[in-house]
């Protein structure tokens, strides 16, 4: 396969990505174009927010092009369709790509993962690793084998790593869970291996719902993956929520409320700076207070009177 590569400024990589992708190339990437050097500068936003610029002052716009593909057509139609002159944007140029197994490459990046002394996440394409299988020695040890499919959901970013951690270190024996934003399952399969009771998964993506339930069934565990509108009213011992600190303020009414009297609420995906934020959105049903900060995150627990 080939590669177009030309480059472009900041208010024009939008315009000149979407006219590439019209134009039938298969996928497009802006890079910026002072990457390594001095005028490198930063490029980010908040967690779940837009970042304020979309791209860099000089950008290198990357267009995957389908075999048999013209790259001289396919760059004069994307310069007319986003208005631009191709002599003022000074030309492009064609690179190979590498044959690889894609799959298998990003797979790799991820290998299994010990939360603690006997608990390990292991990424089904590790399933058979000397790594994984140390801990196999304990006759304790809990594994976790996980496909996150199209879900988020790896066990690898600190806010699954807090809140596994407080399932390991706190979670009542046979208590009732729901593990609302479940992605992958990792937290609610956790749980139940922990010793949890009855547990529900709930995710607004049919995919992350999918894959938990494929992952449920992996791990031997037995629980209900569903879509919000499925889940039956009802309190729990325990509410997980593993999100971003916006989504949690505005569901902050419907979690509170699904924490049973006596029940405990942990909710994760916050920065340490917005702590204070999200416990004053919960302040009106329970107090939350920072059980573990990692990486810059926190865990928020919080128990119902």
Not at 279 to 291: D, F, K, Q
Request: aromatic share 6%.
């Amino acid at each position: 396969m080939r590669e177009l590569v030309l480059h472009c400024l900041e208010a024009q990589a939008e315009a000149l990505s979407d006219a590439l992708l019209e134009a039938g190339v298969l996928s497009v990437s802006v890079e910026d174009a002072d990457l390594g050097t001095e005028a490198e500068r930063p490029l980010f936003g908040e967690p779940g927010t837009e970042p304020d610029v979309q791209a860099w002052n000089r950008n290198r716009v990357v267009a995957l092009l389908p075999d048999g593909a013209g790259p001289a057509q396919i760059y004069e139609q994307a310069m007319a369709a986003a208005g631009l002159d191709p002599i003022q944007a000074g030309g492009w140029t064609l690179r190979d790509v590498p044959d690889a197994d894609w799959v298998r490459l990003t797979q790799s990046q991820f290998g299994p993962i010990q939360i603690s002394q006997r608990l390990w996440i292991v990424p089904s394409w590790h399933r058979d690793d000397a790594s994984a299988g140390r801990a196999a020695l304990d006759d304790d040890a809990i594994h976790i084998e996980l496909d996150p499919g199209l879900a988020f959901g790896t066990g690898s970013h600190p806010t699954t790593h807090l809140c596994l951690a407080w399932l390991e270190a706190e979670l009542p024996p046979g208590a009732t869970v729901l593990d609302y934003g479940c992605g992958s399952g990792i937290l609610a399969i956790a749980a139940r291996k922990l010793g949890a009771g009855a547990t529900d998964a709930v995710d607004i993506d049919p995919q992350a719902v999918q894959a938990t339930a494929d992952n449920a069934l992996v791990n031997q565990v037995d629980l209900q993956a569903l879509l919000p509108d499925a889940l039956a009213d009802g309190t729990y011992q325990v509410v997980v929520a593993n999100i971003l600190s916006n989504p949690l303020k505005v569901l902050a009414p419907m979690l509170a409320g699904r924490v049973a009297p006596g029940g405990q609420l942990v909710l994760s995906g916050v920065l340490e700076r917005q702590a204070e934020e999200v416990a004053t959105a919960y302040a009106p049903w329970l107090a939350m207070s920072v059980w573990q900060a990692r990486d810059g995150w926190v865990c928020l627990h919080g128990r119902k009177a």
